[in-house]
Structures are given as C-alpha cells and as structure tokens.
C-alpha cells in the first residue's frame, strides 16, 4: 500500500536561508510519481514541483529542488532563500503509476513553514 | 490559462440538507480527484475517476455521499443528507496519465 510520510509538523526558517521539508514514502509499484504542494492561508493548492521515479535528474524549478533519494525512498523539497511569501503549509504526495496503474494521488500530513524576517 | 474550476466556492447549509459541489477539470484530463481537508483529517482523498469511470471511492461515506462524472467537462459530489461533520474545504483536481495534477480553489462548506 501507498504511504507518505511528513515527519515535521512545523519549521521555522531565516528569511534567505534555505531549507529542506521532509518527506519519505513507502509504495511496492517501480513506476511513481512525487509531488510537492503549496498551500498559504488564502487557502488554494499551489503546484510547486513534480518528480517521476524513473527521472535520472532531481527535479528543479526556480528556488524549490527535489532532493530524491530513491534507495531511501525520501524526496526532500529544498527552498533556497526562503522569503516571507514561502510562510505556508506545504505537502507532499506520492501517485503510482505502475502496473496496477491506479493514479491514486496521497498526501502526507504537511509540514508548516514560517519564514522570519 | 486552463485551470480547474469549482463551484460553489462557499456553501452554508443546514444539518439535513442535500449539497452539490461542481467542478470542472481542466480540457483534455482524463483523471480527476475529489479531496476533503480538515484540521484533524488533513487531505482525505474521496473519490476519483480516470476517463470518467469511477476507480476508487474507498474514502467516501457511501451512506450520504455520492461522486459522478456525467461528461468529461463536469464532476460532482453529493451529500445527502449533510451532517455538520462534513464541514470541510473539499478539493478538486484534475490531471492526465502522468504529470502534474492541478488543484481547483475547493469549495469551503458549512454545515449547522
């Protein structure tokens, strides 16, 4: 069975710091797909960044990297120079997309991040 | 700009009440989600579909809820009879095999 895990309940981070979020996930299927999310206190879900289990290269885009450990099953969302618009409740989540092919998307518990000035 | 879109985007209702939450997925994605975010549950995934057939709704109370696709452009979810437990921010979301999966504004429901 599929399973996310945010171990972090809550961060805090300098502005301009980086940071790393954590996230490890258990599936049995070869072929996945791990995703990051934003959500501020507006509400909205905010795509950030997307890694298949078969990509040679961690994902990037802009200031967020996903750090994927394969072996380890972790992919660690990486901020670099975290500003107070990164202040939000971020998720992690995992979808197979193997053999059984199901598609089914699950989320960690999140973990909150506050940026200080 | 393609985007998923929800509606009602806030709903108040009385205990007993039937509700209806829209949603419509983004042109050509043939795979849509449904999601439940509470405090205390955090996101709960309800039901979803690919190509319009139902693959899993193991996460929905079958009793009251219900989940359609009556064509490719709309998705609904159903509670029949509302329960003030379902107060909730419910998801939409949309995407293709692979790739991204893209998230509607959600729909925040009240129930009293």
């Known amino acids: 069975a599929q399973k996310i895990t945010q171990t972090q309940p809550g961060m805090f981070v300098q502005e301009k710091e980086a940071v790393t979020l954590d996230c490890t996930y258990d599936?049995?299927?070869?072929?996945?797909?791990l995703f990051w999310y934003k959500q501020p206190s507006s509400g909205e879900m905010i795509f950030l960044i997307y890694?298949?289990?078969?990509?040679?290269q961690n994902a990037t885009e802009g200031r967020y990297s996903l750090n994927f450990q394969k072996a380890r099953k972790s992919a660690n969302l990486v901020i670099s120079a975290s500003q107070l618009g990164d202040s939000a409740m971020y998720f992690c989540?995992?979808?197979?997309?193997?053999?059984?092919?199901?598609?089914?998307?699950?989320f960690g518990q999140g973990t909150t991040l506050q940026v200080k000035p | 700009d393609a985007r998923v879109t929800q509606t009602p985007r806030h709903k108040v209702t009385e205990m007993g009440q039937e509700v209806t939450m829209r949603c419509q997925p983004i042109l050509g994605h043939n795979t849509v989600f449904w999601y439940r975010q509470t405090m205390m549950q955090g996101l709960e995934l309800l039901a979803y579909?690919?190509?319009?057939?139902?693959?899993?709704d193991s996460g929905m109370p079958k009793d009251r809820f219900s989940a359609e696709m009556p064509d490719a452009t709309l998705a609904t979810l159903k509670i029949q009879p509302s329960e003030p437990r379902d107060s909730a921010v419910y998801f939409c979301a949309s995407g293709l095999y692979f790739g991204t999966v893209w998230f509607g504004p959600g729909t925040r429901l009240t129930v009293t």
């Open positions: 989540a995992m979808r197979d997309d193997g053999s059984s092919n199901t598609g089914k998307l699950i």
């Open positions: 890694q298949g289990s078969y990509d040679q």
């Open positions: 599936t049995s299927d070869p072929s996945y797909g």
């Open positions: 579909f690919r190509n319009r057939a139902p693959l899993d």
